[in-house]
């Protein structure tokens, strides 16, 4: 550990293993010290989804970064994707139904792979996000969020309702 409160610490993936604790908590060895309850950040949430990933103690201190979750050992990388998903859950759409705009609303009628949902935005340039290449995190005026993972690989119809939205 750096005394430099601002230096950043990059994990290297031999010296940490994530596991589960009692009651499913997420806890972890770094450095060989244990830890029996562990919170985790993604660095750049909506740019890398599996890439530096902040590891905390329970008082939020960090203790370092895992430059990418798929160098850990197959038990920790399942285990820190599964915490993950936890903390950021977000729906994938699979389909898109309709986009209208009624009065000052534009209402959105999606299928998630969680089921149907409905999202409500003031404007589409506050509440929709381009995190790159054909990925789009909408977010309605509750904060509800949901995500397209690439756009151009939905169905026609889908894609169809998106042309005066992209």
């Known amino acids: 550990m750096s005394d430099d409160l601002y230096d950043i610490r990059m994990i290297a993936p031999e010296e940490v293993y994530f596991s589960r604790g009692p009651g499913g908590v997420f806890q972890g060895v770094l450095d060989g010290k244990t830890y029996s309850e ?24 960090e ?19 599964r915490e993950l998903q936890f903390r950021y859950f977000l729906p994938r759409v699979t389909r898109v139904d309709s986009v209208k705009q009624k009065s000052d609303l534009w209402i959105w009628e999606l299928q998630t792979n969680l089921g149907p949902t409905r999202i409500a935005m003031r404007n589409l340039h506050e509440f929709m996000q ?24 939905l169905d026609s119809r889908s894609r169809m309702q998106l042309t005066d939205v992209v």
Not at 46 to 57: A, E, H, K, P
Not at 72 to 79: N, P, T, V
Request: hydrophobic share 35%; with cysteine; aromatic share 10%.
């Open 38 to 61: 562990l919170v985790v950040y993604r660095a750049f949430p909506f740019l890398y989804t599996t890439q530096y990933i902040s590891i905390r103690d329970a008082k939020g201190e």
């Open 130 to 153: 381009f995190p790159g290449g054909s990925r789009i995190i909408l977010t309605d005026i509750n904060g509800k969020r949901c995500e397209i993972p690439d756009w151009q690989a």
């Open 63 to 81: 203790l370092g970064i895992v430059r990418d979750i798929r160098d850990l050992d197959e038990e920790s990388a399942k285990e820190l994707e």
